[in-house]
Each structure stands twice: as structure tokens, then as C-alpha cells.
């Protein structure tokens, strides 16, 4: 069994935002692989079905940003995924927007939601796509309210490829292993 979780904040008002990029990935697939979100556990909502014999659990952790790794653990363990079965789907200011980035590995950098995973999970070795956000302009607007604030217009056709081509990224991955994945599209 795949696990694909989007990190994003629950709620009407997080709807759209940058954090919530995550999210919208798990959306998008949802969709293409026919797999409802209809199920309230772990924290979380989710589903779970098949793409060509893989058997698939999307998840939208729903504790808020900060503590996402309870939602993935508490799933992990419940199915007994293991770690190079999850892939982890989030926002990044340190990449520019639209831009989407794949790894094995990584720190958290400064993102609360990958610092609660890799706290839960106990290491920093799991599949995952960074979606870039940018920073915001020096002294413009900090941080957090910039990464809860909405993309400009002139970033959205950015963005919509990128969560397309993530959502893609993670259909290849139910089929090939990661690196080959990554290979594509680090490019």
C-alpha cells in the first residue's frame, strides 16, 4: 500500500492559500485516480482505492500545519505502511513558484509540517515533493502571513502546473520506484 498525504490547514479560510498547496495535489488526485475523501480518522480525512493494482490511501492530515506527523504516524501504523511507501506533499518558500522539487531525503528547513513528520516518523529518509511558494519581499510581510495569504494572480497559471505536474509525479511513483521519478522530473 502507497500513502500520499497533502500538508495543509483545515478550514474554510486556509482554503487556496500557499501552505495549503499540499492539499490541492491531494484533491487533484483524488479526482484522477477516482478516490473519494470520505473517511474521518487518524486525525484526518481520506481514502483509499486502487490505481492498476496498487493499492492507494490519500491523506489530508486536519490537525493544523504544526502537528501533520500525527495524522501520518497514526496511518502508518494502523496499515503498517512503510517509510519508502509514504510520499509527503508541501509548500516551500526556498523554491520559486510553480517550481516543484523531489527528494528521498531531506531536513525540515524551517517548515513546521515536515519538522512534525520527521519528529513522529523519527527520520528525515521519506519520499516527497516540495512545491515552491518563493519568500516574500524583505520587510513586506512576514512570513507566516505570507504563506497563509493567497497566490497573485499573475502566479496562478504557475501554480496550477505545478500541482498538476505533482499530482503526476505521484501517479508515476505508483508505478516506478521513486528515484526513476525523480529523475523525471528534478528537471
Known amino acids: 500500500m502507497k500513502l500520499i498525504v497533502g500538508l495543509g490547514n483545515p478550514g474554510k479560510q486556509y482554503e487556496q492559500t500557499r501552505h495549503n498547496i499540499g492539499f490541492e495535489v491531494i484533491d487533484a488526485l483524488s479526482?484522477?485516480?477516482?478516490?473519494?475523501?470520505?473517511?474521518?480518522?487518524?486525525?484526518g480525512l481520506y481514502?483509499?482505492?486502487?490505481?492498476?493494482?496498487?493499492?492507494?490511501?490519500?491523506?489530508k492530515p486536519l490537525t493544523y500545519m504544526n502537528l501533520s506527523g500525527e495524522s501520518i504516524r497514526?496511518?502508518?501504523d494502523y496499515y503498517q505502511i512503510d517509510l519508502e511507501d509514504l510520499?509527503?506533499?508541501y509548500d516551500d518558500l526556498d523554491l520559486p513558484v510553480g517550481k516543484i522539487r523531489l527528494r528521498q531525503k531531506g531536513s525540515p528547513g524551517g517548515h513546521n509540517g515536515i519538522k512534525?513528520?520527521?519528529a513522529h516518523l523519527g527520520t528525515q529518509q521519506f519520499n516527497r515533493?516540495?512545491?515552491?511558494?518563493?519568500?516574500?519581499?524583505?520587510?513586506?510581510?512576514?512570513?507566516?502571513?505570507?504563506?497563509?495569504?493567497?497566490?497573485?494572480?499573475?502566479?496562478?497559471?504557475?501554480?496550477?502546473?505545478?500541482?498538476?505536474?505533482?499530482?503526476?509525479?505521484?501517479?508515476?511513483?505508483?508505478?516506478?520506484?521513486f528515484l526513476q521519478v525523480m529523475n523525471e522530473y528534478n528537471q
Not at 481514502?47 to 491523506?59: P, R
Not at 524583505?138 to 502546473?161: C, H, N
Open 129 to 177: 515533493i516540495r512545491i515552491g511558494i518563493d519568500r516574500p519581499v524583505a520587510g513586506t510581510i512576514s512570513v507566516p502571513d505570507y504563506v497563509l495569504g493567497r497566490f497573485r494572480k499573475d502566479e496562478m497559471d504557475f501554480t496550477l502546473e505545478a500541482v498538476r505536474k505533482s499530482a503526476e509525479a505521484c501517479t508515476a511513483w505508483l508505478e516506478k520506484p
Open 74 to 76: 497514526a496511518v502508518m
Open 47 to 59: 481514502g483509499v482505492g486502487f490505481f492498476k493494482g496498487e493499492k492507494v490511501l490519500l491523506l
Open 31 to 43: 479526482s484522477q485516480l477516482a478516490i473519494p475523501l470520505t473517511q474521518s480518522k487518524f486525525k
Open 87 to 89: 510520499l509527503v506533499i
Open 116 to 118: 512534525s513528520t520527521v
